[in-house]
């Protein structure tokens, strides 16, 4: 058996409890001595976008672990709601931000990877998108990268 050397992640949604669990698999691979890459595809770009990488949200509806009746998550205000609680938790936690997750997983050589065919479908251009991108590759090359020595986790 051939220990892995890589770690690639495939962050395809973009929520805020969505976005930590791709950038802290990242560091701790990196800090492991992995080589890791994270390319992020459909929502999750949402998590690279310089518009929308501070204002990600945690949606009630659909998402049972928040304990409420998920009728309650289509009222107007619950979406709100449910971030402005969990940011309030996480800062009580001292957890650290999604932009200063990404700034300790760069320091740690984290490769960030947005997906060629999402940037054209969501019509966006490289400005719009944070410096910290290494590049934008379509899904060839992310196979490519995923090589018998990878471990590949899809969030």
Same mark, same amino acid.
């Given at each position: ?15 805020? *409890?969505? #976005? ?11 800090? @492991?001595?992995?080589? %890791? ?11 690279? =976008?310089?518009?929308?990488? *501070? ?24 979406? &709100?709601?449910?971030? &402005?609680?969990?940011?309030? =938790? ?5 957890? #650290?931000?999604? =932009?200063? @997750? ?22 966006? =251009? ?10 934008? %590759? ?18």
């Amino acid at each position: 058996m051939v220990k892995a050397k890589k770690l690639l992640i495939i962050a395809s949604k973009g929520t805020l *409890d969505m #976005a930590y669990p791709p950038l802290i698999l990242a560091q701790v691979g990196a800090a @492991m001595g992995l080589e %890791v890459g994270v390319f992020f595809t459909f929502w999750g770009l949402n998590i690279i =976008r310089k518009d929308t990488i *501070d204002e990600l949200k945690i949606s009630p509806v659909g998402n049972p672990a928040l304990g409420m009746p998920n009728i309650l998550g289509v009222l107007p205000g619950m979406t &709100s709601l449910a971030t &402005s609680m969990m940011k309030k =938790r996480m800062e009580g936690m001292k957890m #650290a931000s999604i =932009r200063d @997750m990404i700034k300790e997983c760069k320091e740690l050589g984290v490769k960030f990877y947005a997906c060629s065919n999402t940037v054209e479908l969501m019509k966006l =251009r490289r400005e719009q998108l944070i410096d910290e991108v290494d590049d934008i %590759v379509g899904a060839t090359t992310f196979m490519e990268m995923a090589s018998e020595d990878a471990i590949v986790l899809f969030i």
